[in-house]
Each structure stands twice: as structure tokens, then as C-alpha cells.
């Protein structure tokens, strides 16, 4: 006998003010904050990741999460910005976007092989399911996270 149960879409982020690891139900009601400080932990726009903080978010993510690997020298990242703040905004509570400054972050680059900036990767249950290196779209990164 299957029993339907309110799904929860937790997902691990650091707190950008006081750098607690948190476990957040974006399916909860109300604005998510900080287990810790208590300050609000702001999901509707790209949260900044580094280093092995990637792996600990996308792990164990039960919503899908965007991560775009860029760089600030790079002028394709800068086009694709807005899109990814209006994407973020858009689909808050339903999906992640993650922002990897390649350049703070060059061993995780080089772990997933990123040969060139901007890199888009979606992960789903810890996986990567897609893939794309170049500035895209709106249509385009919204195919890529129906994969
Ligand atoms: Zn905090």
C-alpha cells in the first residue's frame, strides 16, 4: 500500500553571513533562513558555491541544481548572468542555481573537467544530467533542466 507524503525538497547551503551549513526545505513554507544567525538565506537568486561546499550541495539535493561554472573575466558569463538571476527568481523553491568561480575554484574545475567558461552542468540526485559549455538561452538551460 503506497501512502502519498507531503514531498520535501531539501537541499544543504552555507550560510553567506555566518557560514553554517544548513538543511533547508524549500517546500516549507515561508522564507528559509539560517538555522544559526537567523538571517534569511536568499534562494530565489544564483548562490555562490566553492570548492567542495559543490559537492555537499549537489549530493544530497532533492531538487534539481544549476550550476553555472564561470569566471569574472569572462564576457559570455557576464551576458548569461541576468537569465540565470531571472531563472533563480522564477523557479525559487523548485530548483537551485549555483554560481563556481572557476578561478577560486580550480580543483573542483579541473574534477569536472571544465575546459572552457561558461560551463552550465544540472545535477539531479548528486549526478550530473546535462551538460553545456557556452552562454545559452533561457529555452535552451530550461531543456536542460527537464533532462
Ligand atoms: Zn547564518
Do not use: H
Amino acid at each position: 500500500m503506497t501512502e502519498s507524503v507531503a514531498a520535501s525538497r531539501n537541499i544543504t547551503l552555507r550560510c553567506p553571513l555566518c557560514l553554517t551549513l544548513n538543511r533547508l526545505d524549500l517546500a516549507a513554507a515561508g522564507r528559509p533562513v539560517c538555522g544559526k544567525c537567523e538571517r534569511p538565506i536568499l534562494v530565489d537568486r544564483p548562490i555562490r558555491v566553492e570548492g567542495e561546499d559543490l559537492d555537499r550541495v549537489v549530493a544530497d539535493a532533492e531538487v534539481p541544481v544549476l550550476v553555472d561554472f564561470y569566471a569574472d573575466w569572462c564576457g559570455p558569463c557576464k551576458m548569461m548572468a541576468p537569465v540565470l538571476d531571472e531563472i533563480a527568481r522564477e523557479r525559487a523553491g523548485e530548483i537551485i542555481v549555483a554560481k563556481l568561480d572557476t578561478d577560486r575554484s580550480p580543483d573542483v574545475a579541473r574534477r569536472f573537467e571544465i575546459q572552457g567558461v561558461p560551463t552550465l552542468i544540472v545535477f539531479r540526485e548528486g549526478q550530473p544530467v546535462a551538460r553545456q559549455t557556452g552562454a545559452l538561452a533561457r529555452p535552451a538551460i530550461e531543456a536542460m533542466l527537464e533532462s
